[in-house]
DNA sequence: TTTTTTGCAAAACCTTTGCAGTTGG
DNA sequence: CCAACTGCAAAGGTTTTGCAAAAAA
């Protein structure tokens, strides 16, 4: 995150402070949700629901997709996390807080850059310039060939 | 949008056109294929399988939504096919040929705003020079918010 | 106790697949 | 005729929903 001289709109940096915001918006926080947080708090990348669900019935009772479905909804109407779609598969979730991200993906290998927003800005510039546009990267990514398939393609290989 | 004045790589104008090619590729000119052609060249924009699926059914016998999904799928890997994903429904499909089509979708109002891939040219630069990524926006668009929708967030209006 | 949240089951949605029967060339 | 194609039914993967039971406050 490096400098941040304005503060973020969000700023949830623990477990505890989502559960004051979510009893301030009329919630309870239950072992599940609790569960669910921790695993978001200690995930290192966008995770998806199945696994957010498996990994807290590794430690204990099972837990249902449905209701990490059911929790991530709700936390994400709160502004607390964020979903991005990495392709075909299941859309990933995060926390917003702790700095945002935005992706490229290689439609070719799958490969996924994420990036701080602030290098996609001239990006960002031109599109408003061209289109009127306020282009984000963080719920779909912008996609192509990475610069490995990139090379590899325009060498006339086989794809 | 409008004008096309270059020829595109794969010229099929006309379902004859792309008959031959199935034809070439040890495939058959069934009816219902012949039926999906001429509702993808009657189409002014990207469509879903359902969506021609109904469209046929409304002529005649019904035609299942598989057989619909089994010939965009063949006609895609031939290359007359390709289909875009406008954010969370289904993918919609369009003829390559007649000149390919990029895409921008507003998130909040859902707009979508087709263009010329030259007219990104100069976004899909700065992208290269920075990230080293090739990217397109055929397959899945840029995303963010229209201009109408970026001018009522500045003024500070609710979502 | 009261309201929220969960488990479970089911369904919705988009897409793919298997198989037997039909059709195009 | 024979391979390709279709209808039908079923399933796969992701996400949502209904309802009664469980748990938080």
Redesign the interface.
């Known amino acids: 995150m490096t400098e941040s001289p304005l503060t973020s709109p969000l700023a949830f940096e623990s477990v505890d402070d989502v559960a004051a915001a979510i009893r301030a918006d009329g919630g309870r926080l239950s072992t599940a949700r609790r569960l669910v947080l921790e695993e978001l708090f200690a995930a290192d990348g966008p995770v998806s629901a199945e696994r957010i669900a498996t990994q807290i019935a590794r430690k204990g009772p099972t837990f249902e997709v449905s209701s990490v479905y059911r929790n991530l909804e709700r936390l994400e109407t709160m502004g607390v996390v964020r979903h991005v779609h990495l392709g075909h598969g299941p859309g990933l979730y995060s926390l917003v807080g702790g700095g945002a991200r935005e992706y ?1 993906v ?2 070719r290998c799958g490969r996924v ?1 994420s ?1 701080e927003p602030k ?1 996609l800005d ?2 960002r510039n ?2 408003r310039k ?8 963080t ?9 490995d ?2 090379r590899e ?1 325009s060498n006339g290989q086989r794809d």
Do not use: M
């Open positions: 490229l290689c439609e850059t990036v290098r001239a990006v031109q599109i061209r289109f009127g546009y306020e282009a984000r990267f719920h779909f990514p912008i996609t192509g060939l990475c610069p398939c990139a393609r």
